[in-house]
C-alpha cells in the first residue's frame, strides 16, 4: 500500500485543449477513494496519467515518497482495471487471472498459488476453467478484478468498475467491491459518474468538473460541506431560491424567501441550495416551512412514504410526505420544511467555512451550523423553518 498524491498535474490535447488544469489531491494509505464527475471532466485522462499510459505536460505522480511520474507504466506499481475489461476470450478465468503474473515471471507454483487466493477472495473459487464467454457481466467484472489485483500493486485504479451492471446487481455488487478491496487493503482510486457508487464504496471523494478538481476530502465532510455551487449540484443539492440578500433574507420573485443567518455574512446576490434527504413537505398554512411553498404536480410511493413533486416559480422539487400516511392530491398547495442547519448560501465573498476544509475555492459555503442552532437567542419559526 502507499499514499497517491497528484501534484499539479496538466495535460492538453492540440484538437481539445486542455483536458486536465492543475490538479492536485492525495488518497491516503489503504483509503477508498472515488473520482466524480461529468462525462469530459478529465477522469479518464488521469487515469492514464496515474497509470503510466500518458504523459503530463506538467506535475507529477507519487506513491508514497517515490516520483514516478517518469517511470514506466509496467514498473510503477499501480493497477488499473479498464472499464471495457479487456479479458482474453481464448483463454478461461484461470489464465485470464494469471496472465499478468506470467509476464512478471512469477514461478508456475507461485502463480497458481495466487490465483487460487484471488479467486477465492472475488467468490469465482469454482469457475477457474470456465470460459469467459460463459459468465455473467457481474462475474466478468470479478474476473477483472481478480486480474489487476493478483500482482500485488501498491494502487489500485478502477476505470468505471460498474459502469456496465444494471442497477440492480449494482445493489450488491457495490457491497462486494467494498468488501473485496478492504480484505486486500490497496489504496484505490475508483471513477464513476454515479454518486451512488462512491456513497457505497468510499471513504474520500474527489469532485472534478472541467479538468480541475472542485473539492476533494473525507466523503462525510465534503458531503455535508460543498464549498462550492457546483460541488453542491454535483452531491445532489438542489437550489431553492436564488436572490438578492436584503434585511437579513433571500427573496426571488415568483419562488418567495428565505432568512439566512447572520453569519452568512453574504451580500448582494446569494444562491440557497437544500438536500432533497432533508426536504419535507407540509400543509400549507401551518407556518411551519422554511418560508417557500409550492404546487404538487405527481406524486410516486417511496416505501410507505409518498415523494412528491412540486412546482416553486420555475423550478421542480422533491419533497418526503411525513404528515400522514394519505398524500394530497395534485394541485395543492404545500409548504416546503428544510432543516435549518443543512441549509447551504453561495456568493462570491468568503463566508463560514467547516473547520480544516478539503480545500480552498474563491466561492466559499457558508451554513447555519449547529453552535448557531444552539444559541437561545435566535429566532425561530420551527424544528424544520428558518432559524
Known sequence: MATLTIDGLQRAYPRDGFALRGVSFDVPDG??????????????????????????????????DRNVTRVPAHRRGIGLMF??????PHMNV???????????????????????EMLELVGLGAYASRSVDQLSGGERQRVALARVLAPRPEVLLLDEPLGAIDEERKRWLRSELRDVLRAVGTTALVVSHDLRDAIAIADDVVLMSDGHVLQYGPLSLVSRFPLTAEAASMLGYVTLLQ???EHSAVRERGVGELGIPPEAGISG??????HPSTMLAVPDGRHLGS???????????????????IVVGTRHL?????????????????EIAVRPDTLRFYGS???VVPSEPAVESDERVASSNEDAGDDEDAPRRSLFGNA
Do not use: C, Y
Open 31 to 64: 483509503h477508498l477513494a472515488a473520482l466524480i464527475g461529468p462525462s469530459g471532466a478529465g477522469k479518464s485522462s488521469l487515469l492514464r496519467l496515474i497509470a503510466g499510459l500518458d504523459r503530463p505536460d506538467a506535475g507529477d505522480v507519487w506513491l508514497a
Open 83 to 88: 472499464q471495457e475489461l479487456a479479458l482474453f
Open 94 to 116: 484461470h489464465e485470464n487471472v494469471a496472465f499478468g503474473l506470467r509476464m512478471a515471471r512469477w514461478r508456475r507454483r507461485a502463480r497458481n498459488e495466487r490465483v487460487t
Open 243 to 245: 436572490g438578492e440578500v
Open 269 to 274: 446576490l446569494m444562491r440557497v441550495m437544500a
Open 291 to 309: 418560508g417557500l411553498s409550492g404546487v404538487v404536480v405527481a406524486i410516486r410511493p417511496d416505501g410507505p412514504v409518498p415523494l412528491l413533486d
Open 318 to 334: 422533491e419533497a418526503r410526505w411525513e404528515w400522514d400516511l394519505d398524500a394530497p392530491r395534485i394541485g395543492t398547495v404545500v
Open 349 to 351: 465573498a468568503p463566508v
